[in-house]
Nanobody, 122 residues
Framework: QVQLVESGGGLVQAGGSLRLSCATS????????IGWFRQAPGKERQFLAA????????QYADSVKGRFTISGDNAKNTVDLQMNSLKPEDTAVYYC???????????????WGQGTQVTVSS
């Protein structure tokens, strides 16, 4: 079992920045990948970004490419999501998730955090 805890959410004005952090109970290097997702009210959960430890590769959704950056710190067992140029439509609950074995960037994650609220005001 892996516990994931998100932090860093809050209220920010449009154009502002936030940095979310995901702390894991297991060494991040022992997991295949960690991703960030979000879910707005009445909408489906949306993939945002993910990082794989083998080769340190990353993947982003088109909607956040160039604005969001995912990074990992193996020493701290954390994965951060730096979010810049935030828009009101970025308002959602943000979740981090971890997968144990090789698979899709976008689905099939085994463990999920409880989420952190991000609200962007216009």
């Amino acid at each position: 079992q892996v516990q994931l805890v998100e932090s860093g959410g809050g209220l920010v004005q449009a154009g502002g920045s936030l940095r979310l952090s995901c702390a894991t109970s297991r060494r991040t290097s022992s997991l295949y990948a960690i991703g960030w997702f979000r879910q707005a009210p009445g909408k489906e959960r949306q993939f945002l970004a993910a990082i794989r430890w083998s080769g340190s590769s990353t993947q982003y959704a088109d909607s956040v490419k160039g604005r969001f950056t995912i990074s990992g710190d193996n020493a701290k067992n954390t994965v951060d999501l730096q979010m810049n140029s935030l828009k009101p439509e970025d308002t959602a609950v943000y979740y981090c998730a971890a997968r144990r074995v090789q698979g899709s960037w976008y689905s099939g994650y085994d463990y999920w955090g409880q989420g952190t609220q991000v609200t962007v005001s216009s």
